[in-house]
């Protein structure tokens, strides 16, 4: 009678091939999801900034006061000086996107270490940047 059935030689075979495959395949799944949150923030920074300028626009040239009134500012209505009082202007944003990075949407100044976005104003100029652990962040 002849059994018939896998050698050792022809299951190594298959193994050292699936593990080739793995090897190719798991790196994909990665560059995936970096190119994903990539997209995301960068989606995120060109909605903000457009909304800035609309906000610099009905705002006599000037951008949201600072990193703590940021959110208010730009998600309700303020007036032309920016006073989120009976204001007619706005919102900008529903409300601050979270940073894909760190999965919230806290605001610090620029120099700030532990927030999703930071956001100064110094001289009328604005910078608006993601912390995505990258020294090369985007900025308005």
Known sequence: MNKTAFTLVEILIVVIILGILGAVV????TSAAEDAKRSALVTNLQTIRSQLELYKLQHNGN???????????????TTASGSTTDGTLGPYL???????????????????????W?????????????????????SL
């Open 63 to 77: 951008y949201p006061t600072d990193s703590t009134t940021f959110a208010n500012q730009m998600t309700q209505k």
């Open 26 to 29: 798991i790196p994909q799944f």
């Open 94 to 116: 529903l409300s601050v996107p979270n940073n894909p990075y760190t999965s919230t949407n806290t605001i610090n100044a620029a120099d700030g270490t532990a927030s999703a």
């Open 118 to 138: 930071y956001y100064s104003v110094t001289d009328g100029v604005a910078t608006f940047r993601a912390n995505d652990g990258d020294a090369t962040n985007e």
